[in-house]
């Protein structure tokens, strides 16, 4: 079961209408997906969060130190690459590379194994994840409120339980189109909204006091993720919860994260964070502090499926009865990849996403969609 090849592919797709949050405009998808084959004939498939070029050079100048090792050794693959990457790449797009690879490995491993991969990581913690929509970005038109309650109403119509807006155009008109968005959707949905960092802690909150009458599920995001400390003031002075995490990598980036006691709830990315060995330290870590975790996941199929495997085992340490809802962020903005790149990776049904018992990641490749996409050089 000897890594014999690892493959990268920068997948494009121009956007039919492009879409903008609080910081800038998107026009196309680019995202870089990994495969990996063994000797034994095995593949895996994995998937880096960030610009995709970058990470298609950090997987090729990773791969010279792990072909040839045991592709189900998963965390001694992991410590090689962190171990040939540390003194000049602590943080950032390498360790996004290291993530495709790892989740292509615990692919790899469920196929090798015949075993789903939230059994390797421990088993099955629930039966269902709930996923919530993001959507409702802002587009260039003259009737953004009207087009940004009809896309609510969508969502509540296809029977999502939960949902996230983008804000950071201003706070007065944050606040009106929230509560718009509130109106259209009732008080039965819950809906989260995220800034993107648009704000500083005064502005912050001046939006979480007046969004607060709206019953806001979570405010992601609200100021830079540098500022650990401001984060904290911000969630005395709101009853918010106050979620973030998307930018940071590594448990050491969380536990800067949570000894700071910065947020009510991490958002992890699993493609660019560490991977889904990393993100299972994550999640231990998380434990500790008695934090919730959400992770965050923007990408395909791939990403999608390994982000509901780990929520499948996610491990909470409250508990009742009526067991907690797990959220998992399920994309709804247009993304031709996400749509088409994978066969059976995620059914969404009746405001549920419930995963099967397929080995791996539990999704199958589509290569007339691979070939499609793939950026050619
Ligand atoms: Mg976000």
Redesign the pocket.
């Given at each position: 079961m000897k890594i014999k090849s690892i493959e990268s592919f920068v997948l494009f797709d121009k956007l039919k209408e492009s879409f903008y949050f609080s910081q800038w405009e998107y026009t196309e998808r680019r995202i870089c997906i990994v495969k990996i084959t063994t000797d034994s004939g095995h593949v895996g498939w994995g998937e880096g969060y960030g610009p995709a070029g970058i990470i298609k050079a950090g997987i090729q100048h990773l791969a010279q130190f792990i072909i040839g090792m045991d592709s189900l050794e998963t965390e001694t693959i992991w410590n090689t690459m962190y171990r040939r990457t540390l003194d000049y790449a602590r943080r950032g797009i390498l360790v996004s590379a290291i993530s495709a690879i790892d989740v292509a490995l615990w692919d790899l491993k469920g196929k090798i194994m015949q075993q789903p991969v939230y059994m390797l990581l421990g088993g099955k913690k629930r039966d269902c994840v709930i996923p919530y929509a993001t959507g409702l970005y802002f587009t260039k038109c003259n009737n953004l409120d009207e087009k940004l309650c009809d896309e609510a109403k969508a969502y509540v119509g296809m029977g999502f339980k939960a949902m996230k807006m983008k804000v950071g155009l201003g706070i007065e008109r944050d606040i009106e189109l929230v509560g718009k968005i509130r109106e259209t959707i009732g008080n039965d949905i819950n809906l989260m909204v995220?800034s993107?960092h648009a704000y500083n802690l005064r502005e912050a909150i001046q939006l979480a006091n007046g969004i607060e009458k709206y019953n806001i599920g979570w405010f992601?995001?609200p100021i830079s993720p540098e500022f650990y400390d401001q984060y904290y003031e911000l969630r005395l002075k709101t009853s918010i919860p106050i979620a973030g995490g998307?930018c940071e990598y590594l448990r050491y980036g969380f536990q800067t994260l949570l000894s700071s006691k910065s947020v009510d709830i991490i958002q992890p990315d699993i493609c660019s964070t560490g991977g889904i060995t990393e993100a299972k330290r994550i999640a231990t870590l998380a434990t500790v502090y008695g934090v919730d975790l959400v992770p965050?996941s923007w990408g395909t199929g791939i990403a999608l499926s390994a982000a509901a495997h780990f929520i499948t085992n996610l491990d909470i340490v409250s508990g009742r009865m009526n067991s907690q809802i797990c959220y998992m962020e399920y994309d709804r903005s247009e993304n031709g990849l996400r749509d088409e790149l994978t066969h059976n990776s995620i059914v969404f049904e009746n405001g549920i996403i419930m995963l099967g018992d397929k080995p791996g990641l539990g999704f199958e490749l589509n290569e007339d969609a691979l070939y499609k996409y793939t950026l050619k050089e």
């Amino acid at each position: 079961m000897k890594i014999k090849s690892i493959e990268s592919f920068v997948l494009f797709d121009k956007l039919k209408e492009s879409f903008y949050f609080s910081q800038w405009e998107y026009t196309e998808r680019r995202i870089c997906i990994v495969k990996i084959t063994t000797d034994s004939g095995h593949v895996g498939w994995g998937e880096g969060y960030g610009p995709a070029g970058i990470i298609k050079a950090g997987i090729q100048h990773l791969a010279q130190f792990i072909i040839g090792m045991d592709s189900l050794e998963t965390e001694t693959i992991w410590n090689t690459m962190y171990r040939r990457t540390l003194d000049y790449a602590r943080r950032g797009i390498l360790v996004s590379a290291i993530s495709a690879i790892d989740v292509a490995l615990w692919d790899l491993k469920g196929k090798i194994m015949q075993q789903p991969v939230y059994m390797l990581l421990g088993g099955k913690k629930r039966d269902c994840v709930i996923p919530y929509a993001t959507g409702l970005y802002f587009t260039k038109c003259n009737n953004l409120d009207e087009k940004l309650c009809d896309e609510a109403k969508a969502y509540v119509g296809m029977g999502f339980k939960a949902m996230k807006m983008k804000v950071g155009l201003g706070i007065e008109r944050d606040i009106e189109l929230v509560g718009k968005i509130r109106e259209t959707i009732g008080n039965d949905i819950n809906l989260m909204v995220d800034s993107n960092h648009a704000y500083n802690l005064r502005e912050a909150i001046q939006l979480a006091n007046g969004i607060e009458k709206y019953n806001i599920g979570w405010f992601e995001e609200p100021i830079s993720p540098e500022f650990y400390d401001q984060y904290y003031e911000l969630r005395l002075k709101t009853s918010i919860p106050i979620a973030g995490g998307e930018c940071e990598y590594l448990r050491y980036g969380f536990q800067t994260l949570l000894s700071s006691k910065s947020v009510d709830i991490i958002q992890p990315d699993i493609c660019s964070t560490g991977g889904i060995t990393e993100a299972k330290r994550i999640a231990t870590l998380a434990t500790v502090y008695g934090v919730d975790l959400v992770p965050h996941s923007w990408g395909t199929g791939i990403a999608l499926s390994a982000a509901a495997h780990f929520i499948t085992n996610l491990d909470i340490v409250s508990g009742r009865m009526n067991s907690q809802i797990c959220y998992m962020e399920y994309d709804r903005s247009e993304n031709g990849l996400r749509d088409e790149l994978t066969h059976n990776s995620i059914v969404f049904e009746n405001g549920i996403i419930m995963l099967g018992d397929k080995p791996g990641l539990g999704f199958e490749l589509n290569e007339d969609a691979l070939y499609k996409y793939t950026l050619k050089e």
